[in-house]
């Protein structure tokens, strides 16, 4: 049977239907996810609700300290965007190693977040930025960390009434350096997928805080911990950056295949910040 394609027209409609038809539906934003899903008969929503003539819900803001993008800001509107090459340049490198330019214009970050898995390129770069979404149902509204909203390969806490309306960020300050580096992309998940987020604050030529995220490597991003900690108090020496590489290969224990890509991942990232 064909999905129907239902067509709200405000965000209120759209959690309306959300709750009418919660477990029979999908919501569909640029479709490259769901619609190879629903072609290969791993997804058969009866409803598909359409966001696309919902109105201004891809603006991408400066609020204070934060960047908040909104549920239709696609991969190539970050790519193009002033602020968010200003204030996310980690984003927009993400964004920009999509493996497809037409998916790139079509596809949103929203829904590349939404479909839950680690290994999506903009995941581990909006971590390390301490993102969060703002979820939207008939029953209210709730912001949910990162941190709280991945729970496993392909799984949220987003319940099937619930809408993602924004994703919110922190911006870099001018005392913050970041990168992003990944192997690549695939639709097969069995393949070997590293991303590496790093932002570092500096404090004149000392570090004096360090995010390092890293996808593909367990269910969800993981923080390479120690190596955040060794960086602290340090100068980007080539003793140092080898020093947290080695490091972070701690936090990937339960995935030994992964721990020589990673410190290769993590080094160079911090040689970009470093020679940036
Ligand atoms: C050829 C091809 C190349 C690709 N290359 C890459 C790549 O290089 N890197 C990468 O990371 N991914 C890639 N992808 C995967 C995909 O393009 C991304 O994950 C994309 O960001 C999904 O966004 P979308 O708007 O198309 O989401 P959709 O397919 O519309 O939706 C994806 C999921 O999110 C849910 N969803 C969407 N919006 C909302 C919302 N507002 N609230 C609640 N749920 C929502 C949908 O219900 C669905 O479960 C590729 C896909 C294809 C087909």
Redesign the pocket.
Known sequence: MTAQRLCPQTIDEATQLLAQHANEA???????????EIDQGTLTPNYLID?GEIPNLDYIREDGDHVRLG?RVT?DQIIQSELAQRLAPLLVRACS????AD?RK???????I??GLST???VAALWAMGAEVKLKSVRGERTVTFNDFFKGVRQTV?APD????EIAFSKMSPKDKGAFVATG?S?DEASPQVTVAVVLEFDGDEISNAWINIGGVAPTVVNAIEAEQSLVGQWLSDVAIDEAADLAMNAVVTNPDATEIVRELVGKAMREIRDS
Do not use: C, Q, Y
């Open positions: 999908r919501v569909i934003a640029g479709g490259s996810d769901l619609l190879p966001l549920a991969h190693m999509f493996s497809d998916i079509k596809s949103t970050v929203v829904g590349n939404a479909s999506n390129l903009t987003l619930e809408l993602i309306v992309w639709r």
